[in-house]
């Protein structure tokens, strides 16, 4: 079967339609790749691991593109490989980001990782929908979904100053891309998770029960989000089921920036 018939024969609440995935590797995008394919998506994931991509691609029948989402090229290359190969792009989930220890407070954060992490979680947003745009917009039908965080509306007093200035930007660059291409059938919104159960975040807290009581208070529903309910929106925010639903402020954060006093 071409790739192309392969699109048309799927079936599901995102049949036929191609969804670039970027992080799909692990995590919230590895989860929404799969979510997406379960679904009938035909999916191209964009990563930088090499090791996993090329598995996680079959176990969702799709692709593995090899893509740093800081470098122009790749990104443009991983929307044209996409579209090269099944017809379309529908889907772009704009999710890869790091949050690294350099990172801190804005008092120990030295310009090199303020920089790189402005490059890894926001000029890869910008990257990723000005390589989409131009599918979407002829198509005269798309949905762009950028991760960006509930960082982005709250303020920690365990800064990561860089990481919660480039999610403001994701957020507020998605409802200004969602507001001017609402017309032309394109809907971008802005993924905002609450603390999600990743591996990274489980390390961490092992090490330190302390630290994640801390964090754990604030959340009404009083546990952090498994991957697979990050997934569940990306889906209906991809699929047409969310078709009144654009520039938002998507919240998928167990109360979090609702919340004043939590239950005991
Ligand atoms: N985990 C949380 O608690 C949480 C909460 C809110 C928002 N987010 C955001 O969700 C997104 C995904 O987070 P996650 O927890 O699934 O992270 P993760 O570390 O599990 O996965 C991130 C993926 O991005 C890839 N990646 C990193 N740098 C890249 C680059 N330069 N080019 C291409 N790919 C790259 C990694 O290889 C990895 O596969 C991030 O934008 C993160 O900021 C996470």
Redesign the pocket.
Known sequence: MSDQAATAARVGRVAGKVAVV?????????ASARRLAAEGAIVVI????DA?GPEVATQVQGRYVH????SADQVAALFATAARAYGSVDIAFN?????PPEDDSILDTDLEAWRRVQE??LT?VYLCCKAALPYMIEQRRGSIIN?????AVMGAATSQIS?SAS?GGVLSMSRELGVQFARQGVRVNAL?????N????QELFASDPERAARRLVHVPVGR??E?EEIANAVLFLASDEASFITASTFLVDGGISAAYVTPL
């Open positions: 970027t992080g799909g590797c692990s995590g919230i995008g590895l964009g990563d930088v691991d996993r893509t740093d989402v800081t999710n890869a980001g790091i949050s890894v979680n890869s991760t960006a965080s509930f960082v990481y999610k905002c998770p609450g603390p999600v990743t591996p990274l975040l952090f989000a991957p």
